[in-house]
């Protein structure tokens, strides 16, 4: 018998070890607020930054701005994680309280929730005065997170490469972006365009034309409510058809499987690649690159998407990832005192060439080009984006996930079944399913 | 074992103690398992009757929805083609291995090295096999320039399209593992006691009769172990295609999928049930396995 | 079996020495062929890790001449590129790193796959069955799905982001070690625990003085074993130790790539440099890995 009791108490152990062990791990406290600090000299404690940009972390960079952080505010001790493979990794750690002090708000957590996970920042009325899109983190008034910056869209391009073919405008259709990419393989020995296929995020660039064809600052709400976001003409079946037939079409590399992100920068630098379509923080890498390969960096080339109107091309601006304060945080006056500082002073942004999310700052000089030739830069609303998730989710469609520009692509060159029409409807009605079931 | 007097007194005391012994010696192993396999197993089947999206504090009970999306949406199974890829390589790992295992266990000159040089990969880090191998099959890479010496010019697309891409992902994993059925193969063969080929090869018994009649019998237990291992590892291929291609190209396991319904549409419900559906499949293969093959030397009791 | 020395009938009216002579020639021809395959194997096996190794000896300029995969490196000793690897990698701290895993998880493992298997194996208790079934079921759990779940156990440890959360996990569950410990307790006689017991030995003592100093070759098994598992996994240290300095070999290798993913050259010598302890160790303690298995696996 006692050996009964003892089996019995060893599994009754265990089960309120799985009760303690459930639920999930955001607070319910919400409520909880990181307000600008107001003197530097008294913020003290540690502050744990997660980014994905591990790449800087390695070689020694954001510890640079961390010394220059310090300089202002000398009490608080800045430490760095950089993280691979980030949304998968932070969305495992926010089912605990241990997701650093300053995070990028992960695509995975849902907008009603942010007050569940992050302190409030300030009230929407103050910081939409001082910030652009803080809607994309807004809720109930208060604001949740704010974007070091925000991305013009567009191809960088070599253009050296494009001149060797005797291209001298910007294409301003998609099919005479084609025929432009038709005259660069026949003239110069460079592959016209370049998927990443294999590394698969930076294909999930092409879901921001949203907004590029259409010059509609609301594209992306209207998504929530269109049944059919692939129906001719839209943004997202013009960028999908261009897409589609660069590949059929044999424009870019021979076998996608195999590319590899860090490489292609230097074969875009050194013109054995002719063009990327990526957001604009891609310019100053590419930039780099050309250095690194003893190119002139000024020979790295950014141009709109090949479509017009009213004789104006258009370029979606929406924001990058989002900064926000840990609710879990115990140090959060500095944790927002970093924010602030990398957003506003640290000149991050300008290094980077992107666009400031600091309303009245300048754009960066890599963006000459777009406003030299009259560019329309659209602000891409982002009111109705957690409904547009939603249903993204719900429909497995995944707008942001590189599966979806990876079957195209499969369909494309031969290596999976059906057609570029199939693949639409088949979106559309997944698409138009999810919109009915998305319980919001 | 002990002695199985009736009397009272010291004695009872002594067998209860024989009773709670084993448990001490038990409880540490079982509260590790326990922890950290079956806790999380009863997590994982109680929210796969939840609409839960792996993050969120809030979760619904939304019954066998989950269940009932899983077996209405054929092209969830679809997958499991995939897994066919690695089961016909799982059968050739295991026929090599046999073959090998065979060969080597008879005296031959550098025995030793070639036993090395085959179970060797086996002991390699995983992400340095998957280096190895996105430099094996880059365009211009190793097995181009193997080819070429051969004649055979140009680029290949290795991990082009589906039926070639899964082939060259579980050839990738037949020399992986290859090496660890062999070396167990070897192993039983080994145990066989000397005096059976002694007296087989005085009978005039050739290599094949041998094998046939001495050496198949002396390794069924592994290589029954071997064929469970093989099924449930066709099931559950993870590794090598999310390092090689993240699934792209029609290489999607159904691990993979479920990895990717949970972490990137955020169907932890749904992923759950999924995840429930694979474990109650290899569960019952491995029952199968058991009915159809009743060998108590593969059974741990 | 039975064995006669009288030739089967039949065999004397034929002329021996061309019966010889036939047997003779299929011999050697099976022989050139056995050869064949074993070699044909051996360069599968070795070509793939040959090509990452002469690739690993060559200057990013003499990779961009394409000289395809396997030519031959200009300076057979340029080690400029494992120099890289080993620093920017910080390979160092992640030796150090995995070599501390790898202590208190082996031992852990020892320790508890002995005493699972000595109760098992010693004991008959009414549960046993059920509890041999737990073990073997909780091998089939595909780990990565139950992922979520077990993160959030650890959390509560409050074990993430140390050493100690993969030691605790791959200590946790590990069939393997069990089994092998338990075919190799079945061989060590019962009547060994009986005389200690006589001698008033308790259980512990037993298990502790007697049973464990006969598992030595078990042991061995295990150690190697377990070793070389957690000596390669990824999975489990990429998450549970996300920070820097808690690199394994592993996850330091991985995220070397990242910002060399352009440079085969580096990656091959990160590739090479964390394959070869595992090459020195094989060849100092192939003996001890064949017999493990050789008498671990089977009976």
């Known amino acids: ?440 | 074992m002990g002695r199985s007097t009736e009397d009272r007194g010291p004695v009872t005391r002594a067998r209860v103690w024989r009773l709670v012994t084993p448990w001490m010696f038990l409880a540490v192993p079982l509260a590790l398992l326990i922890t950290f396999t079956y806790v999380p197993v009863a997590n994982m089947i109680s929210d796969s009757f939840t609409d839960w999206d792996g993050v969120s504090p809030d979760k619904n009970f939304v019954g066998s929805k989950n269940y009932v999306e899983l077996f209405t949406r054929p092209e969830l199974f679809q997958v499991f083609f995939v897994s066919l890829y690695y089961l016909v390589a799982s059968v050739v790992q295991i026929t090599l291995a046999l073959y090998f295992a065979t060969v080597l266990s008879f005296n031959l000159k550098f025995r030793n090295l070639f036993k090395g040089i085959l179970f060797f990969p086996y002991l390699i880090n995983g992400v340095a096999v998957g280096f190895v191998f996105l430099y094996f099959f880059q365009p211009g890479g190793t097995l181009d320039s193997v080819l070429s010496l051969f004649g055979a010019h140009g680029h290949h697309f290795w991990l082009g399209s589906g039926r070639m891409a899964n082939t060259s992902l579980s050839g990738v994993s037949v020399w992986r593992f290859m090496g660890l059925n062999f070396v167990l193969f070897l192993g039983a063969i080994q145990s066989i006691p000397g005096e059976l080929y002694e007296a087989s090869e005085l009978d005039g018994a050739n290599r094949w009769q041998q094998f046939r009649h001495i050496i198949a019998p002396g390794i069924r237990p592994v290589l029954s172990l071997s064929v469970i291992l093989a099924i449930s590892g066709s099931l559950s291929v993870f590794e090598i295609p999310y390092i090689m291609t993240g699934g792209a190209a029609g290489t999607q396991t159904f691990v993979i999928q479920t990895v990717k319904l949970a972490f990137q549409f955020n169907k932890m419900g749904l992923a759950s049930a999924s995840a429930v559906a694979l474990l109650v499949i290899i569960l019952l293969v491995t029952w199968l396995q058991r009915l159809l093959v009743p060998d108590e030397r593969t059974d741990l009791v | 079996m039975t064995s006669t020395l009288v030739p089967p009938p039949g065999a004397k009216t034929r002329d021996l020495s061309e019966q010889d002579r036939s047997a003779h020639t299929r011999r050697t021809v099976a022989r050139t062929l056995t050869y064949v395959s074993l070699v044909a194997a051996s360069v599968v096996m070795l070509l793939p890790l040959f090509a990452v190794f002469l690739t690993s000896l060559k200057t990013s300029r003499e990779l961009a001449q394409d000289g395809g995969a396997l030519s031959l490196p200009h300076n057979w000793l340029n080690y400029h590129n494992y120099v890289t690897a080993f620093r920017d990698g910080k390979m160092l701290s992640a030796f150090w790193n995995t070599s501390f895993i790898l202590l208190f998880s082996i031992t852990g493992t020892v320790l508890i796959g002995s005493m699972a298997a000595y109760a098992i194996d010693r004991y008959h208790f009414r549960m046993r069955r059920p509890v041999v079934a737990l073990f073997l079921i909780g091998t089939l759990v595909p780990s990565v799905t139950t992922q979520v779940a077990t993160f959030r156990i650890i959390n509560d440890f409050g074990l993430f982001d140390s050493r100690w959360a993969p030691i605790l996990l791959y200590t946790g569950t590990d069939i393997v070690s069990i089994y092998i410990f338990l075919q190799f307790i079945r061989g060590i006689p019962v009547s060994l625990d009986e005389a200690a017991r006589i001698d008033g030995a308790n259980s512990f003592t037993i298990y502790w003085r007697i049973i464990l100093p006969l598992l030595k070759p078990a042991i061995a098994t295990v150690v190697i074993i377990k070793g070389i598992t957690v000596y390669n996994d990824f999975y489990i240290p990429f998450l549970y130790m996300p920070s820097e300095n808690l690199g394994t070999i592993s996850t330091s290798l991985f995220r070397f790539k990242g910002p060399y993913g352009a440079h085969w050259e580096d990656i091959s010598a990160g590739a090479i440099l964390v394959i070869v302890p595992t090459l020195v160790i094989f060849l100092f303690l192939q003996r001890f890995i064949y017999n493990g298995f050789t008498q671990g696996a089977t009976k």
């Open chain 1, 1 to 440: 018998m006692k050996r009964k009791v003892l089996a019995g108490s060893l599994l009754a152990t265990m089960a309120l070890l799985a009760t303690a062990c459930g639920g999930g791990g955001g607070s319910s406290s919400s409520g909880e607020s990181a307000s600008s600090p107001t003197d530097p000299a008294k913020v003290t404690g540690d502050v744990k930054v997660l980014t994905q940009r591990t790449d800087l972390v390695q070689d020694g960079t954001m510890k640079k701005y961390a010394a220059e952080f310090n300089k202002i505010y000398p009490k608080v001790h800045v430490t760095f994680e950089g993280i691979t493979d980030y949304e998968g990794e932070v969305k495992i750690r926010m089912n605990t309280s241990n997701y650093g002090d300053v995070l990028m708000i992960p695509a995975v957590i849902k907008q009603d929730d942010y007050p569940k996970f992050f302190a409030s920042l300030g009230s929407a009325a103050d910081l939409s005065k001082q910030y652009t899109f803080t809607d994309k983190a807004t809720v109930d008034g208060k604001v949740y997170g704010i974007a070091n910056f925000t991305n013009a869209n567009g191809f960088v391009y070599n253009k050296k490469v494009w001149e060797q073919a005797g291209i001298t405008t910007w294409p301003t259709t998609p099919d005479e972006f084609i025929s432009d990419l038709k005259a660069i393989k026949a003239k110069t020995s460079a592959t016209p365009y370049y998927t990443n296929y294999k590394d698969g995020w930076p294909l999930t660039a092409w879901s921001s034309v949203v907004g590029a064809v259409s010059c509609d600052p609301k594209a992306n709400d209207e998504l929530a409510t269109e049944p059919d976001p692939w129906k001719a003409g839209s943004d997202l079946n013009v960028g999908d058809t261009l897409l589609y037939n660069i590949v059929h079409d044999k424009l870019s590399e021979e076998d996608p499987t195999t590319t590899n992100w860090e490489n292609s920068k230097g074969l875009l630098a050194t013109g054995k690649i002719s063009s990327m379509w990526l957001g604009s923080w891609a310019i100053v890498q590419m930039q780099d690159a050309a250095k690194k390969a003893g190119q002139d960096p000024s020979e790295i080339g950014y141009m709109p998407f090949p479509s017009q109107v009213d004789g104006k091309f258009c370029s979606p601006i929406a924001p990058d990832y989002q900064e926000a304060v840990s609710i879990h945080s115990k140090h959060k006056a500095a944790a927002r005192a970093w924010i602030d500082w990398f957003t506003d002073k640290s000149g991050y942004v300008q290094t980077n060439q992107a666009v400031p999310s600091l309303k009245g700052a300048p754009l960066p000089s890599s963006l000459k080009p777009f406003s030299d030739a009259g560019v329309k830069l659209v602000e891409v609303s982002q009111a109705k984006n957690a409904e547009v998730n939603n249903i993204d989710n719900q429909s497995e469609v995944g707008l942001t996930k590189p599966d979806y520009r990876q079957h195209l692509i499969d369909v494309a060159r031969g290596a999976a079944g059906g057609d570029l029409d199939g693949v639409f409807t088949s979106l559309s009605k997944k698409w138009a399913e999810a919109q009915k079931t998305a319980g919001l």
